[in-house]
């Protein structure tokens, strides 16, 4: 299982994943999408910041399940890559790992 300090590094893989979607030459800021994407980045950019500075019960089945959930649904989004035609799946997938983050975030200590 993924300790806080390697969570704390997944998320930052995600935040560039997404940075690379984002400038991406055919995916527009005027898109409804692309606010989406950028509204869940700055979701998780806030979420990482956190996770940094709680102390979080890691040491528990809960959390350990978690923390494999969010270790697969990064695996995915970097699967993905910045096929802008996948936006839905990237889009679920974000929010996905958003939602795991949510999660971890209750077993602060």
Do not use: C, Y
């Amino acid at each position: 299982m993924p300790t806080k300090v390697e969570m704390v590094t997944q998320i930052g893989d995600v935040l560039t994943q997404i940075d690379t979607i984002l400038s991406a030459p055919n995916f527009f800021p005027s898109e409804p999408a692309w606010q989406q994407l950028f509204a869940l980045r700055k979701h998780l950019d806030d979420q990482q910041r956190e996770l940094v500075q709680e102390i979080i019960a890691d040491n528990t089945a809960s959390f350990n399940a978690v923390a494999a959930q969010l270790s697969q649904a990064a695996d995915s989004l970097a699967k993905v890559g910045k096929d802008i035609t996948k936006i839905g799946g990237i889009l679920d997938t974000v929010s996905l790992i958003a939602s795991l983050m949510d999660k971890v975030l209750n077993f602060v200590a």
